[in-house]
């Protein structure tokens, strides 16, 4: 047998001090990133009147947010959460705050919309990366850092559901531009509130007294190499799959809300595989598990291609989140693992961005395909491109990430299992 349950569980995590209260205020700023996209788009779609419009600006801040991560999570590292990264989130809620107040009518200029969409974007604050450094920090035992990543995955997925739903609520009673005024208060309270943690008052940047001494950089691109290409192919393929549910459901005639129960049973499914993942002693080494996770993926979206009705499909789906956890899991903890002492949150983000710029290009390339092949080879391509993540990814499984300079002092041992952090949470 190849694993087993053991302790510690996740309750120990909070026994830590301060740790409750940290991971609480990360999360309170995290539920923004499932708000902004939501209440962005319905919001340049009200003021603007124009869906080509809001698809253009909701790009342009996308772009902004993913492609710039690592450069964001570099200045974490080297100047330290409380000098970088409340600034940061300053200067996002109140762009963000510009924005709600430029689109609260209808007829806001739509390249003013666009400009402060760029700048919101430029400036998004990397909480999930440097949450999960926090933990790297603070969580010396390897389990129960397996447990921290699992743990912080499986939140990470409820805000992504929660966010809309209270986009849906917000609207009810008020213009959507205050769903983006509230997405700006969360992030700036939760960043707050997270900066102000003992916890994180002694994150010191390491990375700074290192570079005054050698001058050294991040140099873990080979050991990065595993995570940051699985964590592509799971975006790619997760990018895909809304649209693949919404063809599906049109060809055989369903509501357009049934799209959102089976989306549903997608982070049902997810939640439950990240919480057995974090729970359970893996014997095999987080690099030879990876890749198994990366193919059942593709393995399971495969089999929805098959799926005859509704029911069938929706299982294939639930099927298919069960790994989505563990594989985005994993990539964060071989990225953590491979990072020397002040360069964790660059390791995460670097992941973090190939998941998010993964499913941006998987959703435009099945946008492509879908009308034009059958809706089975859409599905099947979906998770093809999963399985061949894994593939390209074995070659890195046998063997332990090489030695980064200067990581022998890294608090992090040999091996592992993740959490995901997703979108540019």
Known sequence: ??????????????????????????????????????????????????YAVAGTVMALFGAMSVFLSPA??????????????????????????????AAWRPGAPAAALGALAVAAGSCTPPLGPTMRAVWGEVVEDRLLLQRA???????????????????????????????????ALLVW??????????VVAGVRPAAEKKRARSGRRFRGGRALAQPVVVAAGVGLSLGSLDLLVMAFAQQRH????????????????????????????????????????????????????????????TVAVACAGFFVAPALTTSYLIADEAAPPGFRTQAGAWVNTAVNAGSSGGAAGVGLLVGHVSLGLCFAA????????????????????????????????????????????
């Open 382 to 425: 979906s998770g093809a491109v999963a399985v061949a993540a894994g593939l390209i990814s074995v070659r890195g499984a046998g063997t332990s990430p090489r030695p980064v300079e200067g990581a022998e002092n890294c608090a992090i041992s040999h091996e592992q299992p993740t959490a995901p952090e997703q979108p540019a949470v």
């Open 149 to 183: 990543y699992s743990l912080d995955g499986v939140a990470e997925e409820i805000l992504f559901v929660s966010g809309p739903l209270l986009v849906g609520a917000v609207v009810q009673f008020a213009p959507p531009a205050a769903g983006v005024a509230l997405s």
């Open 189 to 198: 309270a939760g960043t707050l509130a997270f900066v102000l943690s003992p």
């Open 72 to 101: 964001r999570a570099a200045l974490i590292d080297r100047y330290g959460p409380r000098r970088a990264l409340l600034p940061m989130a300053s200067l996002y809620a109140g762009l963000l705050t510009a924005f709600a107040a």
């Open 1 to 50: 047998m190849s694993a087993t349950l053991s302790r510690p569980s996740y309750a120990a995590l909070f026994r830590i001090p301060h740790t409750r209260r940290t991971f609480t205020a990360a999360l309170i700023g995290r539920l923004s990133y499932g708000i902004i996209s939501l209440a962005m788009m319905l919001t340049v779609t009200r003021a603007t009147g124009s």
């Open 254 to 313: 369903h509501g357009d809300d049934v799209v959102a129960w089976v989306l549903a049973a997608l982070s049902v499914g997810s939640a439950l595989g990240g919480l057995l993942n974090g729970a359970v002693n893996w014997r095999r080494p987080a690099r030879v598990r990876l890749p198994l996770q990366a193919g059942g993926l593709g393995l399971a979206l495969l089999a929805a291609g098959l799926a005859p009705g509704l029911g069938t499909l």
